[in-house]
């Protein structure tokens, strides 16, 4: 059981006993979050960034870890996300492996890692635990919460159990609920992981360590993270060096195939499976309109900001556009200035990440007019 | 090892040795297919369907085999492939286990199951093979060729390797080559098979099978081969009526889990692992520009046709309508009245198989030109 903890990292230490939402409680459990730029006297220049699945909280460089961040072309000083004039807080999500704690992490109680006797995870108890951070760093009111992809459903989360937080939102290719197509995605994923031999009812080691059903999960996440668009320009037909004269027929030949064993080997030993499992399922469980009774534009709808921003990719088949929409169209019927902004991006989910020349324009310009 | 060869079906013998593609030959290997309607005096009124990855050759019932086939709306008296009027023929795939010599069959020279002994397989030895059984027949020349998902670039191999076999064609939902997304999807199904213990390089029983990895390949190739859209309507975030207390958090909860789950079941004991991987390379490998020194348009334009059509659903995320339009594009440019038709069906690359009222127009009213 490893995880995987960015220098540098600041902690919380959350209230204990932490409530989960879907049942049972955690105990001295923490909150790894980073900052940038400095709070005003008037705390009200606050932005609260919650993110996908996998990243940690270090989201770009700072003082205490100069290394590049994950959305290191987003956010800096005179970046999308500028640092000269925000004070930014990343959250690492409660259940991951990158500092908070999660399956992986030590069980005070016990002194063993917590596997599969870690409570039900819900996007909502994320959620609760990122507004402690906030309330902690003495902020009131957030200016902006940018949410990315699971990021997204946190947002949203977070937002309708604690009226007036923030004053804007930028949901980014998120979702204010699962659906079909992507419940099964992430199912079979964890299938891939549970098949595996070495998962063990969850009880591997570094040493036993279900390796292939982690790379299956990453190649299956990789797939839908891009879009067929994308991968036709980008590989094509094209294939490896290699003319594998008497090799396997079913081994690796096309580019495309090598560069989804690239991904996943850079994955599969730096995430925890079991913190897979739990952040995968909590998204499947996330219905927004949980909290409206069964209606998910009132529980937006519910939600009252001044301003809100949904962007989405076109070729996003995880999270559709149609899913940002309905975000820009409830948070409008709540009263806020909402735009939906479709972005004609080929690279699918995962654009954020990578398609700075269309999302940048888009985060900057919405948080010029805050 | 097991074969599934469906009561009623007739064999051909093909040419031994039978050269592949790829390199090797088979000896004694057979063809199987079935046929519908009367062939004319003047034997000008066959239609020959080649099938996708997994059919047998019982499209619908006959005087053979009175069961119901896999496109029984599609295929009978006054159907909209009417054989009142045509005689058709339906071909078992070379490679596949269903009455067609494949690496399930026994190779007649060791007397046991060829498994991974099986030369490498080719969409062309599989168009060479149907071109057997159609000449063996006395059909001189097709009235169309109708070649469905992996059959419509069986078709298109037909057709460029035989000049004037046919008057005519339908693709649907086919492709004149694969594209990366595809690829990578189809690479993700035979490592989940080839990763399964029990696989065991393709030396398994019926009673040590790989279960798993088959599984695991029925539901992600259902995910791809179903769309989004129809999803939503159809499941929602609808769950079991189990409320699983105290269950495994990780096991089936919605309804969307459980359809995939009773597909996989479905599938799994009745497709031979090791013919499914074959199958499912050699669509990878298929490329008709390599016919014309890798400019797949090339390829298309010589194909001489009198007319055709390609018909694609929008839905599509696996051979996507692009690759329709290419396709009829393409066969235009060679001479044909060739038309494309989109078909807004929200059922994916199956809609084929179940969107009858989308479908039966299309090809109705192409057949009733010809």
Redesign the interface.
């Known amino acids: 059981m490893t995880e995987f903890i960015p220098p540098g990292s600041r902690w919380h230490a959350l209230t204990s006993p932490f409530p989960m939402k879907r049942g049972g409680e955690l105990r001295d459990a923490r909150i790894a979050y980073e900052t940038w730029g400095t709070l005003s006297a008037q705390r009200d220049n606050a932005i609260l960034i919650v993110t996908g699945l996998s990243p940690d909280a270090h989201a770009a460089a700072n003082a205490d870890n100069p290394a590049a961040g994950w959305w290191e072309a987003m956010l800096g000083p005179g970046k999308a996300i500028d640092t000269e004039r925000w004070f930014v807080v990343c959250i690492n999500s409660l259940g991951s492996c990158k500092g908070s704690t999660g399956p992986a992490s030590v069980n005070a109680a016990t002194g063993e890692p917590y596997r599969l006797s870690f409570p039900?995870l819900s996007v909502e108890d994320g959620a609760a635990a990122a507004v402690e951070v906030v309330r902690t760093l003495g902020i009131a009111q957030l200016a902006c919460v940018i949410g990315n992809s699971m990021g997204g459903m946190t947002a949203l989360a977070l937002l309708h159990a604690n009226p007036g937080i923030a004053r804007s939102h930028i949901n980014i290719s998120g979702s204010a609920?699962?659906?079909?197509?992507?419940?099964?995605?992430r199912?079979?994923q964890?299938?891939?992981i549970?098949?595996d031999?070495m998962w063990n009812g969850g009880d591997y080691s570094d040493a036993a360590y279900p390796e292939?059903g982690m790379r299956?999960a990453r190649?299956?996440g990789v797939?839908t993270y891009r879009?067929?668009l994308e991968?036709?320009g980008?590989?094509?037909?094209v294939r490896l060096e290699s003319d594998r004269p008497d090799e396997d027929?079913?081994g690796?030949?096309?580019?495309?195939?090598s560069y989804?064993e690239g991904h996943a080997r850079r994955f599969v030993r730096h995430f925890d499976p079991n913190c897979y499992?739990y952040l995968s399922?909590s998204m499947?469980w996330f219905?927004l309109g949980e909290h409206a009774g069964g209606d998910v534009m009132a529980a937006l709808t519910s939600i009252k900001l001044e301003k809100a921003m949904a962007i989405g990719a076109t070729t996003d088949?995880l999270f559709?556009l149609q899913q940002q929409e309905q975000i820009a169209l409830g948070l409008r019927a709540g009263g806020a200035d909402s735009q939906f902004v479709p972005l004609e991006s080929p690279q699918g989910h995962d654009a954020f990440l990578v398609d700075f020349e269309r999302f940048d324009p888009a985060v900057r310009g919405f948080l010029a007019t805050l």
């Open positions: 039900e609920q699962a659906l079909p197509f992507s419940i099964a995605i199912s079979l964890r299938e891939a549970r098949l031999p292939s299956m190649k299956l797939i879009s067929a991968w036709d980008r590989f094509g037909r027929p079913f690796l030949e096309f580019q495309v195939e989804l499992l399922r499947d219905d088949i559709p």
